[in-house]
């Protein structure tokens, strides 16, 4: 199962900034937290990801709590491109090597 | 720097059949792993390659199985079709395999009738 909780859908007006949260209050010390999002019928996308600290890069910016129990992923000036289902997801390290586990994740509408 | 390349796009077979997916990972990634999305389960994990060795699998029968070239190319099969099996399956490519960000290709939909 996933170690996530997303809200299932949001609205950003385009332009403007859009911030979605994500709930993993079971992470565990080692544990990544990455955001991939999805545009119909296509491959994820990774976006970004992080342990501890805050992390930007030419696509978003990922801030995590202290308790690292929950996270937001802020896309700065959202487009109409951006319209995706965003996943949340805890990278789960295994004994040997590793498996993404995606929920639902949120569908994000970006509207003009 | 080319992506990750799946093939075939778009697969029809027959219920019963057999079928073989491919995928050719980034230049330089050796971790190839697979997943199956459908509208009712979402997006599942299939099992993971690194180094021509399978290092993890998940919850799925035996009927699917993979394996993992020298080149790091893989392939995926899948034995006696079920309508359910009916699918978007992608492949993503890592360069490692201890949290490194996985790359995906672009999927082969599956259509079992």
Not at chain 1, 25 to 31: K, L, Q, V
Not at chain 2, 97 to 104: I, Y
């Amino acid at each position: 199962d996933a170690k996530t909780t997303q809200p299932p859908s949001m609205d950003c007006a385009e332009g403007r900034a859009a911030n979605l949260p994500c709930n993993h209050s079971t992470i565990s010390g080692n544990e990544y937290v990455y955001w991939y999002r999805q545009i119909h019928s296509q491959g994820p996308q990774y976006i970004i990801h992080g342990l501890k600290n805050n992390e930007t890069n030419e696509m978003a910016s990922l801030i995590i709590t202290e308790d690292r129990k929950s996270s937001t992923l802020i896309l700065p000036h959202a487009t109409l491109r951006d319209t995706a289902v965003y996943y949340c997801i805890v990278r789960v390290a295994e004994e040997y090597g590793n498996k993404l586990v995606f929920g639902a994740g949120t569908i994000l509408r970006v509207k003009s | 720097k080319a992506g990750v390349t799946q093939t075939p796009r778009y697969l029809i077979k027959t219920r019963g059949q057999q079928v073989t997916l491919s995928c050719s990972p980034i230049s330089g990634h050796r971790s190839v792993s697979w997943y199956q999305q459908t509208p009712g389960q979402g997006l599942q994990f299939l099992f993971e390659y690194f180094s021509e060795t399978q290092r993890n699998k998940g919850n799925f029968p035996g009927r699917f199985s993979g394996r993992q070239f020298s080149n790091s190319r893989s392939e995926m099969n899948v034995s006696t079709l079920e309508l359910g099996d009916s699918a978007l399956y992608l492949c993503a490519s890592s360069q490692g395999w201890e949290n490194t960000e996985a790359f995906f290709g672009q999927g082969t939909r599956l259509t079992v009738v």
